[in-house]
Each structure stands twice: as C-alpha cells, then as structure tokens.
C-alpha cells in the first residue's frame, strides 16, 4: 500500500510527500530494489506515458522527476550498498560551439529518474572529451544537444570521431536540440534523435537494450 | 542605451504556455499555476532588460553581412536587406541575474521551476527584440534578423559587435561567437513595407529547420 502511496507521490509531483513516503519505507526496511523498481521507475513510465498521450505536459514531468529526485537522495545510498545496478551510464553535454545547456539538463534530470547514471560534462564541449568521458565512465551511450543551427553541426564532429576511433560498435549517440529534425539526426548518423526530455528517456532505454 | 523595466518585457501567460507546449485547451493544474506565479516573481525582481540600436546603410551593412565570409551561398537576408527602407543594427539582453537562478534550480534538483523561469526568459528576450523593433521609430513593419540563423552564420556576430560594440549593456561573445549572457538578443532590424519581408523558404538549410518560424513571421508583417 504504502509503494502505491509512493507512486502516487511522484506521479502527482509532490516532492515532500515523496520523500517522507521513501524514508517511512526505508525504516519499515524496504529493500532499495523494491522501492525503485515498485514504485519510483512504474511512476516515472506512467508520467513519460501520459505526456506522450498529451494527459499532462513538460512542467508537469518535471515536477515528477523532481519528486522523484528526492526520493533518490533518501534511497541512493541504499542502492549502492544492496549493489542495485543503474539501467546504464550516459555522458551527456551541449556540443562545441553552444552555450545552452537547459534542454540538455532536463534530459539529464529525466534520466537519473529513469535509474540512469548521468555524466554531465556541461556545454561547449569538444567532439573528442565527449568520447574520452564515455571511455573513462563506461558508458554506452553519448546524448548531444545543441540549440542552433550553426552549432548542431558539432554533433556530426563527435560522430565522425567515434568512427575514426574504432568506437562505433561500443558508443551509442542521441542527439537532441530546438533546431534538430529526425532527418538531420539520420544524415549525420546519430543511432537516436530526441525531440524532448521524455522520449530522451525511451530512445536511451531503446540504445541500451540493443 | 534603452533601458526597461522587467513588466515592459513580461511575457503573457499565452505564450509562455504555447513555448511550453501546453495548448490553449489545456486546462493549467494548480501545481503549474504555481510554477508560472514563481516565475513571474522571480523574473519582476531578476530581469534588467535593456539594450541598443545603431542605423546603418545598406552599404554598411553589406560589410558587416559579409562577415568572416562563411554564410550560405544564397540566403533570405541578402535578397530582404537590399530593399529595405532602413535598417539598424541592435543588442539587448535581460542581464545575468535571471540565468544565475535558472542554474542555481537545475543545481538545486528543481527543473520544473527552472524550465518554467528560462521559458519565462526566453519569450521575454523575444519580446525585448519587438520592443527594440519598436523603438526604431517610425517604420510601421520591422523584423529583427539574427546571425546563427537562416544561413548568416554565427560567425558574424564578431562584425555585428564590432559595429555597434554592446559591452555597455554587459554583452560580451566568446570565442564560439555565442552571446553571452545567453539570453541576449542581437541582429539586424529591417525596415519596410510586407514585401520586403517575403521569400521562399526553400533554401537548402530549410530542410534541416524544425520551426519554420519565418513563416508566422512573414504573416505577421503582412
């Protein structure tokens, strides 16, 4: 009953209610495990299904996964020390060129909803540093953003070195941006394209399972 | 330098909706109502929009369009440009204090209210370009036209700033070109009748274009 209580707090994007439901369930001993994949992960795919129906929109997925943030803060100590592995690891930055970092960390706050271990490298970020932090962190996924049409190109650079590098086999690239279409992230061989942070989410999830 | 006051600029809460993608038949959850009355709190006490305008020739301005020499072969803005009535260079921005706060709630752990207030941000800089439009007295159809987009590559931002120089309003470029702080708006204002205004948006950067903005733009002068 009380994981529904959970549920129900970060669907409805109540942050304190979310939080004090998570610290009454760890005292109550709940396993890290239990909670995240029986109420935190279903809410958080329940709220990106509603937004994908048009039922609720951005603000409203936010307020979601600010809930959800504070309930990781309680319960991510306890997901290391039961060894609760993360759905995966993405570094994630702006690309060379440009400045505008808020769509790209709000891809990067959807993503450690969804149980994703995030590298956030920032932005105006080298082709080459973004392939160096996936090497360094492991991560099979590289997520790119950019916000202008003289910028978006720098995502191209990034996918000709992973090419050049050997890495295309291992580094997996979504690429996400006002000015993006699924055309431009097909020509320049992105693996995904993202027209906002909720299908960022499900285009990872679809990178990952590959 | 024309300064304004926070409320010249303030966004309605139509548009800073329809820049977040919630349509007009949507009915707005007290949670987001919260969020929007936060914001707009927040942006009355943060923002300090100000900005500049400097006439120019055609023939100055042609100069300046060259820039560094890497814009597309053909684009909107060397055929609009040539036949306009007048033309101005302007800067403005909405200051530091506001983009600080939107850091500091991604920081915090709280996008919602960070999207919210950049939302706010961005839909108030456009409209701190139509205020300057505005201010660029007499010519009743003006349009702001910006380097980054539409084939003017970014790079001609150096020639723009050199120009009408708008460190005086705390504008400064890095070396990528990119304004800062970001919320700043910078270009060329066109003056003249509908048609002056008008192209085909066919050019070749067009299909990789997700907002065909220019299209609303074009009917708003009409």
């Not at chain 2, 349509?23 to 709190?41: C, H």
């Amino acid at each position: 009953m009380i994981l529904q209580e959970l549920h129900a707090a970060v669907e409805g994007g109540d942050a304190i209610r979310a939080r004090s439901v998570t610290a009454t369930l760890i005292e109550q001993a709940g396993g890290a495990g239990e909670i995240l994949n029986g109420a935190l992960l279903p809410a958080m795919a329940l709220v990106g299904a509603r937004f994908r129906d048009r039922d609720i929109f951005l603000p409203d997925v936010l307020l979601a996964a600010r809930a959800m943030k504070a309930s990781l803060g309680l319960l991510e100590p306890l997901l290391l020390r039961d060894a609760v592995p993360a759905a995966g690891t993405v570094v994630i930055g702006t690309v060379r060129g440009d400045l505008h970092d808020i769509g790209k960390n709000l891809v990067s706050i959807m993503l450690q909803g969804a149980g994703y271990r995030v590298v956030d490298l920032g932005s105006d970020i080298e082709a080459d540093a973004f392939i160096d932090a996936a090497l360094h962190a492991e991560a099979s996924v590289i997520g790119m953003s950019a916000l202008l049409t003289t910028t978006m190109t720098g995502m191209e650079a990034v996918i000709q070195r992973i090419v050049a590098r050997g890495l295309s086999d291992q580094l997996r690239t979504i690429v996400g941006g006002a000015p993006l279409s699924a055309n431009f992230a097909r020509e320049i061989g992105a693996d995904g394209f993202a027209p906002d942070a909720v299908s960022a989410v499900e285009q990872v999830r679809a990178l990952v399972a590959r | 330098m024309i300064r304004f006051i926070a409320a010249d600029v303030l966004p309605t809460e139509v548009d800073v909706l329809r820049r977040m993608g919630i349509p007009s038949y949507a009915p707005v959850t007290p949670a987001v109502r919260k969020l929007l009355n936060t914001a707009a709190a927040q942006w009355i006490e943060l923002a300090e929009p100000r900005g500049v305008l400097r006439d120019v020739s055609s023939e100055e301005f042609a100069l300046i369009y060259r820039g560094e020499g890497q814009n597309a072969v053909a684009t909107p803005l060397q055929t609009i440009y040539p036949r306009a009535e007048a033309l101005a260079l302007f800067a403005g921005t909405i200051g530091e204090r506001v983009e600080q706060e939107i850091q500091k709630y991604c920081g915090a752990g709280d996008p919602a209210l960070a999207f919210v207030l950049d939302t706010f941000a961005s839909e108030a800089t456009s409209r701190l370009a139509d205020r300057l439009a505005s201010a660029f007295n007499g010519h009743a159809r003006v349009l702001p036209y910006s380097a980054g987009y539409c084939g003017w590559h970014v790079s001609g931002q150096r020639a723009l700033f050199t120009a009408i120089d708008p460190s005086d309003i705390g504008i400064a470029l890095n070396e990528s070109c990119l304004m800062k702080p970001i919320k700043s708006v910078s270009g060329m204002l066109v003056a003249g009748d509908a048609a002056t205004h008008q192209f085909r948006p066919a050019f070749p950067f067009c299909e990789d274009c997700a907002t065909h903005e220019c299209v609303a733009r074009m009917i708003s002068v009409r």
